[in-house]
């Protein structure tokens, strides 16, 4: 070849495919949060930024190459939450996104019908990406905007406790598991819930980096490492948000009696419906059997005795209609997790002090 009278030799490269298969291997994958338009949870973006970033510097730190191309992606150049107190600027359209490896779903917050219906487009790149190979994770009410995909059908999944009775409603073909912090089936991951989020982003760390880059994040952070329930957490309030009237007296009937033995085979005489129906409604109704509402309704009214009053577990058991210290303790712990002394010394401060004055 000549230019300009002066010859130029190109001079012959042979490809070492090898390099190419080893590039490859180490190219990085991409995370992408998305940004909902609307109310949704500012910490749930930020903070799912801040604590991959952290991994990627830890795991630059250690001589390897960063696992994540973070990226927030969402349908506006900008987003204002908290009537305009804070505003997020994506770093991309989820259309200039053709492919992504990991997609995180912040919590998204009421009207959750209404947004659902204005983030069809959110909807329909999520299903989208996961049938290119993407693994997709939901954070708190976040399942709301997933389970719109249909990607959570007969699948396990799990919200804020606050939630529940309302994706039960919308959501019946979802497998809602009400006690689990972190569900993980088929490269879908869902969460608990409000701040429990930061447990769950490092159960993602652990599984896309290791288990020493997940404690490094969990004490940088000061994150409890290896959490996995929210069941302490949650307050039992009945699961009322349902039309089935004969449901919610016997409902109302169970939280009435509380002291007492309540015989489930005379409460659905006493509504002329057989035992056999009288179940099927209650579940389809509340989510729970009519013995494990009555369980629920027994130890919530507990906790709330352990919280206010300086009254013996012994005394607390009695009151909620317990006789046998053994059930009552065990049915306390499936529960809660935790034990009734264990329970009250965490929310009763007096109660702890005068034990160990």
């Not at 447990?199 to 952070?221: G, Q």
Request: proline share 3%.
């Amino acid at each position: 070849m000549s230019s300009g009278g002066a010859n130029w030799t190109i001079p012959r490269v042979d490809l070492d495919t090898s390099f190419f298969l080893t590039f490859k291997k180490r190219k990085m994958k991409s995370l992408t949060i998305l940004v909902p338009n609307g109310p949704h949870n500012l910490s749930s973006v930020a903070d799912s930024f801040l604590v991959f970033t952290k991994a990627n510097q830890h795991w630059q730190s250690c001589g390897k190459k960063p696992v994540f191309n973070i990226k927030l992606a969402g349908t506006s150049k900008t987003v204002k939450l908290s009537d305009g107190l804070f505003s997020i600027r994506p770093h991309c359209n989820i259309n200039d996104v053709s492919k992504t490896d990991l997609v995180i779903i912040p919590a998204i917050l009421p009207d959750y019908s209404k947004t659902i219906r204005q983030h069809k487009a959110l909807s329909s790149w999520i299903l989208r990406q996961y049938e290119r190979g993407a693994e997709v994770a939901s954070i708190c009410t976040g399942a709301f905007l997933l389970a719109s995909t249909g990607l959570l059908k007969d699948k396990r999944c799990s919200t804020h406790w606050q939630a529940a009775d309302h994706f039960r409603q919308m959501y019946p073909d979802v497998n809602l598991v009400e006690d689990q912090l972190i569900t993980d089936e088929n490269g879908i991951y869902t969460n608990g819930g409000a701040f429990s989020f930061l447990n769950f982003l490092l159960y993602l760390v652990e599984k896309y980096y290791d288990r020493t880059t997940a404690i490094y994040c969990s004490k940088i952070f000061q994150i409890d490492i290896d959490r996995n329930s929210h069941s302490l957490f949650s307050i039992f309030t009945g699961q009322k948000k349902h039309s089935d009237e004969i449901i919610k007296k016997a409902q109302a009937h169970i939280e009435k009696n509380l002291h007492g033995k309540i015989s489930i085979e005379a409460m659905s005489s006493t509504f002329s419906i057989s035992r056999r129906n009288f179940d099927r409604r209650f579940i389809k109704a509340t989510g729970n059997t009519p013995a494990e509402y009555q369980q629920r309704v027994k130890i919530e009214a507990a906790k709330k005795k352990f919280e206010t009053s300086q009254k013996t577990i012994s005394e607390v058991m009695y009151d909620v209609g317990y006789s046998d210290t053994k059930a009552f303790r065990e049915t306390f712990r499936k529960i809660t997790g935790v034990s009734p002394l264990d329970y009250r010394n965490k929310y009763n401060k007096e109660a702890f002090v005068q034990m160990n004055s």
